[in-house]
């Protein structure tokens, strides 16, 4: 397989996942500015649709969406635990994705599409921040060490990977004491260093 990334994007997710199961892979970095890879190729005629990340599980065949991504290499490698493989453990997982991706990751991506004056910039702090309120609570009321289980999984990367833009954008995570838990804890896993590292994110 073959995971087409942009260092710190939402396609980190999906590298953290792939350090996580047993298999071979390659990466290769797209420039979202030009739609180039670093070996000089059109991204858009990989994925059309321009974004990160773009999976090539085969030669020509590419799949695109974390909600779609995500799932697919956490369940690669069953053994690893990474999903449910049915019933409402996999929901669980879905959902989770399904609202980090329409709500969570589209209320910081505001912040990367231009320049904003202060009115839109509080208006769009305050969504994060409402998003974020809902996903501490909902951490701080679950008996579960994860967001879906006691286990790490898809959700986990994901949520970690969003919530590192708050450095990007100057916003303070401190008051969400639930989250900074749980991510301190994603960071400590070897998948997540591995990936940081080889995207140039840490030394």
């Known amino acids: 397989m073959k995971l087409y990334y942009s260092p710190g994007a939402c396609s980190l997710a999906a590298h953290i996942l792939l ?47 974390n909600v779609a991504v995500l799932p697919f290499i956490a369940q690669h490698d069953p053994a690893q635990n990474l999903i449910p493989p049915s ?30 004056d202060n009115e839109a910039k509080e208006k769009a702090y305050a969504e994060v921040d409402r998003l974020l309120t809902y996903i501490d609570k909902a951490i ?24 590192n833009w708050s450095n990007s954008i100057e916003h303070d995570l401190s008051p969400y004491t639930n989250i900074v838990a749980l991510r301190n804890k994603v960071a400590e896993r070897q998948s997540v260093s591995i990936a940081m590292r080889d995207e140039g994110l840490i030394a």
């Open 19 to 65: 350090n996580e199961i047993n298999v071979d892979f390659d990466l290769e970095k797209v420039d979202l500015k030009t739609h180039k890879t670093e070996k000089g190729a059109d991204y858009y005629e990989i994925n059309p649709k321009g974004y990160v990340p773009a999976l090539e599980i085969t030669p020509g065949l590419v799949l695109t969406e």
């Open 87 to 116: 019933g409402l453990g996999r929901a669980k997982v879905l959902e989770w994705l399904g609202y980090l991706n329409s709500e969570l990751h589209d209320a910081y991506a505001v912040f990367f599409g231009g320049a904003l």
């Open 140 to 163: 701080a009321e679950s008996d579960h060490e994860y967001l879906v289980d006691d286990g790490f999984g898809p959700a986990d990367a994901y949520l970690f990977v969003l919530t």
